[in-house]
């Protein structure tokens, strides 16, 4: 089975030109078939703003009005999207930019409205990844960079969390391929010591997990990253690494990136 990485970057690479250009260089070194997920929130609340539209969040979750909806779709799938593709051109990665409704790609359901109504927001489910169409352009050679953007079948375009696109991407394709999901953000992976980068967990395993939960090593933030990153182990993907972008390079030797959860 052909080995698939598939790699989702936070916003302290999209924002920052020099830490983006040094990633997209160690992704294109990264052999073998490849997808790329990217949000943009930073971007698109400064761009919003400029145009006089103030970003409304609620517990670190956005709430995306119809205004809100035209900025981070020109935002996410025009602005940041097509630079991402542009650069990896330039290095030599075919890329092909996409959103979920291209090719049908990734398709979802308007959040419904309990408590909040966080207006066009998408929630992805067990069906929504077609991993037929998207099979098709990674065995032809390109490698898709998909933004936070998916559509609902009839016509709307969605926001949709990127770490929640590249969970849903790697659980569906891993029936195609040996695929391995890698989250990218600021710190060097799950750590004993959150002040301490060099107090990095290497390798985690269900049983391991468990017993630093228990001894509170493992906490608030990062347990729903975790929980999910299991999830998706016991579902097919064979690992999931936790990282700092700056280091991707180093996960060409399979040693020496992040923490590696595993069964």
């Known amino acids: 089975m052909q080995a698939l990485h598939i ?4 916003g302290n690479v999209i ?10 260089k160690d992704f294109t070194a990264l052999e073998g078939a490849k997808i790329l997920v990217h949000g943009g929130g930073k971007v698109a609340t400064q761009i919003g703003e400029s145009m006089g539209i103030e970003a409304q ?36 990665t075919n890329a092909i930019g996409l959103t979920g409704a291209d090719g049908d790609f990734i398709r979802a359901k308007k959040r419904p409205v309990k408590t909040i109504d966080y207006g066009f927001v998408g929630d992805i489910n067990d069906d929504s990844i077609n991993p037929a169409n998207i099979s098709k352009l990674i065995d032809a050679g390109f490698s898709p960079v998909f933004c936070a953007l998916t559509h609902d079948g009839e016509g709307q375009m969605l926001n949709t969390n990127a770490d929640t696109i590249a969970s849903a991407l790697a659980l569906a394709l891993s029936g195609l391929y040996e695929t391995t999901l890698v989250y990218c953000f600021e710190k060097k992976g799950v750590l004993m010591d959150v002040d301490d980068d060099d107090s990095l967990i290497r390798e985690i395993n269900p049983e391991r997990y468990e017993q630093l939960k228990a001894e509170k090593i493992i906490h608030s933030g ?17 690992a999931v690494i936790i990282g700092h972008s700056d280091d991707l390079g180093n996960l060409k030797n399979e040693q020496g990136f992040g923490t590696r959860l595993s069964k």
Do not use: W
């Open 222 to 238: 990062m347990l729903p990253k975790l929980d999910n990153a299991f999830t998706a182990i016991s579902c097919g993907v064979k």
């Open 15 to 24: 924002d920052n030109s020099e830490n983006l250009h040094r990633f997209l």
């Open 7 to 10: 790699i989702k970057i936070g």
């Open 57 to 92: 969040m609620v517990d670190g979750r956005r709430i995306t009005d119809i205004d809100t909806l035209r900025i981070v779709t020109m935002v996410y799938a025009g602005l940041i999207n097509k630079n991402i593709v542009a650069q990896l051109q330039c290095y030599g």
